[in-house]
């Protein structure tokens, strides 16, 4: 949470947040929250921008910049959940490798997550959704303020 991240262009009032991807190459990257049919419920998804203004979230261009996106994705729920307290955020990878990077980095710094956070993760194995525990098969994360107003 306290590693370095890139800067965000806030767009689509508070719900885009667009940023530059710096590694092998410079990549147009976008995170965006949507609410779902769900009050209160938004999903969270990562995509690149493409020439044409277009979202994919198929791609993967194995930027070598992990940790500065992680940590652009951790300020972003930061900020979001600041103007939306009670918004609760799921999300989840693309692939099982991009699944097993966030549960890593939700991990990683979990300690200081959980002084602003909940976290539950539904497990891939039973479907059953817990509070986040490290090194579990998580198939989806929720993460809303520790501090609902």
């Known amino acids: 949470m306290d590693r370095p991240a890139y800067d965000v262009k ?12 710096i590694g092998y190459t410079a990549t147009h990257k ?14 969270l998804t990562l995509a690149e921008v493409q020439w044409d203004g277009r ?3 198929t791609i993967n261009n194995s ?5 500065p996106t992680m940590a652009t994705i951790s300020k ?8 939306n307290p009670r918004a609760v955020i799921g999300f989840m990878g693309n692939t099982d490798a ?12 979990l300690d200081k997550f959980l002084e602003k956070y909940l976290i ?9 959704r817990e509070l986040f525990e490290p090194n579990q098969p998580y198939q989806y994360f929720f993460v809303t ?3 609902l107003t």
């Open 63 to 67: 930027n070598a910049d992990v940790k």
């Open 145 to 147: 303020s520790r501090f």
């Open 30 to 43: 976008a995170i965006i929250y949507r609410e779902t049919e769900i009050p209160f419920l938004y999903s």
């Open 76 to 83: 972003t729920i930061e900020t979001f959940t600041a103007a």
């Open 10 to 21: 806030v767009l689509e009032d508070g719900q885009r947040f667009d940023f530059l991807s």
């Open 55 to 57: 979202l994919s979230t």
């Open 120 to 128: 539950w993760g539904v497990r891939s194995d039973n479907g059953k």
């Open 98 to 109: 991009k699944t097993r990077l966030y549960r890593i980095a939700i991990s990683r710094d």
